[in-house]
């Protein structure tokens, strides 16, 4: 079954970097677009990233732009996404996404940015 895992949240201070993975499986990677996005508390889930198939972005929120990128190895499964400068309007439970024939979901990583 698809399965969507993701790991490396954390806590860290503004201007700290982060690297968040999310490791697939469960169907062909290699041919769908994935996703990363967010919710905050008391806000709805939003798009952080979006990128092809190839790794290509196709979107990216214009609060990350400069700051955030986003990978994806084929070989491993998995879609990282590299967060940098990070502030404290970052803080959120950061989801994988997988457009196949539905949506699915990860079950979501903790980032706080706090000093």
């Known amino acids: 079954q698809v399965q969507l895992v993701e790991s490396g949240g954390g806590l860290v201070q503004p201007g700290e970097s982060l690297t968040l993975s999310c490791a697939a499986s469960g169907f062909a990677f290699s041919t769908y677009p994935m996703a990363w996005y967010r919710q905050a508390p008391g806000k709805e889930r939003e798009l952080v990233v979006d990128?092809?198939?190839?790794?290509?972005?196709?979107e990216i929120d214009d609060s990350v732009k400069g700051r955030f990128t986003v990978s994806r190895d084929i070989y491993r499964n998995a879609v990282r996404l590299q967060m940098n400068n990070l502030k404290p309007e970052d803080t959120a439970v950061y989801y994988c996404?997988?457009?196949?024939?539905?949506?699915?979901w990860g079950q979501g990583t903790q980032v706080t940015v706090s000093s």
């Open positions: 996404n997988a457009h196949l024939w539905r949506e699915f």
């Open positions: 990128i092809n198939e190839r790794g290509g972005v196709i």
